[in-house]
C-alpha cells in the first residue's frame, strides 16, 4: 500500500502574509494606525 507523502507534523512552517495582502487592503490601514499606538498607553487585561 502507498502512503501519501507529506510534510512532516512536528515541523514548523513560517511565512509572511504581507506578501498576500494586496497593498490597498483595509488592513493595511488598521496595521498602520496599530503601530501608531504606543505601548505605554496600552492596558492588558
Known amino acids: ?3 501519501i507523502q ?3 507534523r512536528n ?3 513560517l511565512y509572511c ?3 498576500h495582502v494586496d497593498a490597498d487592503n ?3 490601514r488598521i496595521d ?3 503601530e501608531t ?3 505605554r ?3 492588558y487585561l
Open 41 to 43: 498607553d496600552t492596558i
Open 26 to 28: 483595509e488592513v493595511r
Open 1 to 3: 500500500m502507498k502512503f
Open 6 to 8: 507529506g510534510k512532516p
Open 17 to 19: 502574509l504581507d506578501a
Open 32 to 34: 498602520l494606525f496599530g
Open 11 to 13: 515541523q514548523w512552517e
Open 37 to 39: 499606538l504606543s505601548h
